[in-house]
T-cell receptor, first 110, second 115 residues
Framework: RKEVEQDPGPFNVPEGATVAFNCTYS??????FFWYRQDCRKEPKLLMSVYSSGNEDGRFTAQLNRASQYISLLIRDSKLSDSATYLCVVYGGSQGNLIFGKGTKLSVKP | GAVVSQHPSRVICKSGTSVKIECRSLDFQATTMFWYRQFPKKSLMLMATSNEGSKATYEQGVEKDKFLINHASLTLSTLTVTSAHPEDSSFYIC???????????FGQGTRLTVV
């Protein structure tokens, strides 16, 4: 099993839709979790950290399920500008590294 | 968020030459820096992890003698691609982290083209 797995997509959704991404991780000792966003040919940028209690930032909600070892990202009322690749990142792999998922591509259409 | 500056943003070099890429944390001390490579339409691939003052830990399949990493201070890490070949052409990105369990911030990336 890969350390961090994501559905690569692409997810093609209309403006205004709600879309959810899941990410599973294999190391139960993982300690920190993040969602990053990467635009084409740009560096990844932190979208939000994921806390055990779940957290929300505007239209974005992140949740962590330790028992099932997955994190999720929910985007409500999708905007065209949300089109990007969303990377799931887990800290605390076997060598204490940041482990990236391969990313989920989101395309929001008018 | 914190600022990580990577330089140069774009470089074209001749095959056989060496290229140095710098990664600086501008407003925090980075105990750990990561170097990634990303080929077009592919995911980020971790090349190596470096902790200030110690040797970098390279991922399997990454040649440490070809990709020299130096992390001599808490604000600067360098990646030198030695004897570059066209297949080394890629997007190289660094990230820096202040401490364990904290988020990492990324440099702008360096697009290397070897001709």
């Amino acid at each position: 099993r890969k350390e961090v797995e994501q559905d690569p997509g692409p997810f093609n959704v209309p403006e205004g839709a709600t879309v959810a991404f899941n990410c599973t991780y294999s190391n139960s000792a993982s300690q920190s979790f993040f969602w990053y966003r990467q635009d084409c040919r740009k560096e990844p940028k932190l979208l939000m950290s994921v806390y055990s209690s779940g957290n929300e930032d505007g239209r974005f909600t992140a949740q962590l399920n330790r028992a099932s070892q997955y994190i999720s990202l929910l985007i409500r009322d999708s905007k065209l500008s949300d089109s990007a690749t969303y990377l799931c990142v887990v800290y605390g792999g076997s060598q204490g590294n940041l482990i990236f998922g391969k990313g989920t591509k989101l395309s929001v259409k008018p | 968020g914190a600022v990580v500056s990577q330089h140069p943003s774009r470089v074209i070099c001749k095959s056989g030459t060496s290229v140095k890429i710098e990664c600086r944390s501008l407003d925090f001390q980075a105990t750990t820096m990561f170097w990634y490579r990303q080929f077009p339409k592919k995911s980020l691939m971790l090349m190596a992890t470096s902790n200030e003052g110690s040797k970098a830990t390279y991922e399997q399949g990454v040649e440490k003698d070809k990709f020299l990493i130096n992390h001599a201070s808490l604000t600067l890490s360098t990646l030198t691609v030695t004897s570059a070949h066209p297949e080394d052409s890629s997007f190289y990105i660094c990230s820096a982290r202040a401490g364990q369990n904290t988020e990492a911030f990324f440099g702008q990336g360096t697009r290397l083209t070897v001709v």
